[in-house]
């Protein structure tokens, strides 16, 4: 039961936003700006964003040697230049808008680890670094001379470094959204169940967290920033979920004899150091239909994965103890780019975003507001 204050004051909004990730606040931000007197609010139906937003590794990164090598086999030259690109410049965005500091980023630089059966990336280095020149007019890849000092096991055959990459603490850089948003007097209410979405009038059907109580809100425009989750209101989106597993170990016992953002196997595992500890994630691809879901509970067989690489790869002959351990749902597709898109009269979506919120949340939440203004 609503007083009348309430029902007067709280449920009806120019734009509702559901999802309160990098690419939801985003979206109510710049929408904010631009049109100073509306009402905005975002929904979200946990405590914190119920994605990948506060859950992700904290890669400012936009594409490892591999992972654009495999990219150009599934798209043209272009589209794969439009993806860096997109992803790149989405970075420097956020780092323009919010500083380094306050990101708790570092450009400590990005690398790849190469086994034998991928030596054969090498040879085309040169040609991807000729490819990236349009966008960032000198080389981005270069082989590391003496990877020894890493201390990574022999299977390792050769370090590819990236001198445009780096890290961010995806807490503070939600930290700052928060604050921008309520600067802007964007409204956010959390532990708010979405149940229905009519995108041709507005009207959302929400329950509480407990669901012992529902309720409608109307919205002029709604947009959906739900990723994986999209599905659940609109499920002829084509996009799948997936899941992705992080593990933090027990503060290290031994100097960690690097710094930098890692991957290996085409992008799919990942991992750098935080505060003393190893930070090591992802391996979906050692169980794609397995990681094709929206339940956050840990796969045992990628988690076993990890661990072997910790202890025989990362750190040769050192026992690893985990103390953190967590999953993010993320969004895939055919295609690596986002789907922004109207859906009915008054409704918008911004989904699919590939693992990559970090880099594009930004940009992506201010096309859909523009899509949404123009509509």
Known sequence: MFSYWEQKNFLKYDLIVIGSGFVGLSTAIHFAKKHPKASVAVLERGIFPSGASSKNAGFACFGSLTEILDDLWHMNQEEVLSLVKKRHQGLQQIRKKFGDKALGYQASKGYELLSDDQLGALDQ??????????????????????????????????????????????GKYLSCLWKLAGEL????????????????????????????????????????????????LLPETPLEPGRGLVLVSKKLDFEIPWKGSFHMDKGYVYFRKIDG???????????????????????????????????????????????????????????????????????????????????????????????????
Request: hydrophobic fraction near 40%; charged fraction near 25%.
């Open 185 to 232: 007097g964007v409204r956010l209410f959390t532990g708010v169940n979405v149940e229905e979405v009519d995108v041709e009038t507005g009207v959302l059907k929400l329950s509480d967290q407990r669901k012992q109580q529902t309720f409608e809100l109307t919205g002029s425009q709604v947009a959906i920033c739900t990723n994986a989750f999209t599905k659940q």
């Open 277 to 375: 500890r190893l930070l090591l994630g992802g391996a979906r691809n050692i169980d794609f239909e397995g990681e094709n879901s929206i339940d956050f509970s840990v796969n045992p067989k990628i988690k076993s994965h990890l661990s072997d690489l910790a202890q025989k790869v990362i750190f040769p002959a050192k026992e690893i103890q985990w103390e953190y351990e967590w999953t993010g749902i993320m969004a895939f597709g055919d295609k690596k780019l986002p789907i922004i898109q109207s859906v009915g009269k008054k409704g918008a979506i911004a989904v699919r975003l590939g693992g990559m919120g970090v880099a594009i949340g930004w940009q992506v939440g201010k096309e859909i507001s523009k899509l949404i203004s123009e509509k």
């Open 125 to 170: 280095l040169e040609g991807i670094n000729k490819m990236l020149k349009k966008l960032f007019k000198e080389d981005v890849f270069s082989e590391v001379k003496n990877k020894e000092k890493f201390g990574f096991a022999g299977s390792v055959k050769s370090v590819i470094q990236n001198k445009f990459e780096g890290e961010l603490d995806p």
